[in-house]
């Protein structure tokens, strides 16, 4: 019987450090073998279990952010859901989006 997946919500620091590193070390070796999709999902599992070892009180309603990775590109949060962030980039064409907190760099450890 296959073990049901659980939810990062439900998991220790420990696990989703754990479930992080292995996250990585599947995308890296998708990445060797050329298979971008499963790469790509890979990496996005990844940041969403980094999500989950933040604290979302770091992260204010109102407060701009730079978005890891897009150096020079912001994000404007109007609201918080659980371990995503809602608003928009700044300068971008202005649609509301979700990204996960991991996402973005915030000034408190």
Same mark, same amino acid.
């Given at each position: ?57 770091? %992260?204010?309603? @109102? &407060?701009?952010?730079?978005? +890891?990775?897009? =150096?020079?590109?912001?994000? $404007?949060? /109007? ?8 608003? %928009?980039?700044? @300068? &971008?064409?202005?649609?509301? +989006?979700?990204? =996960?907190?991991?996402?973005? $760099?915030? /000034?408190?450890?």
């Amino acid at each position: 019987m296959e073990q049901q997946e659980r939810r990062y919500s439900e998991m220790s620091q420990h696990e989703l450090q754990q479930e992080i590193a292995n996250l990585k070390e599947k995308a890296r070796k998708a990445e060797q073998l050329g298979i971008v999709n499963e790469f790509a999902v890979l990496e996005r599992k990844a940041l969403m279990a980094q999500a989950y070892l933040k604290n979302p009180e770091d %992260y204010e309603p @109102g &407060g701009i952010y730079p978005i +890891e990775g897009d =150096p020079g590109v912001f994000f $404007k949060i /109007d609201y918080l859901n659980g371990v995503f962030a809602w608003g %928009y980039r700044l @300068g &971008g064409d202005g649609k509301e +989006e979700a990204l =996960p907190i991991s996402l973005l $760099k915030s /000034d408190k450890k």
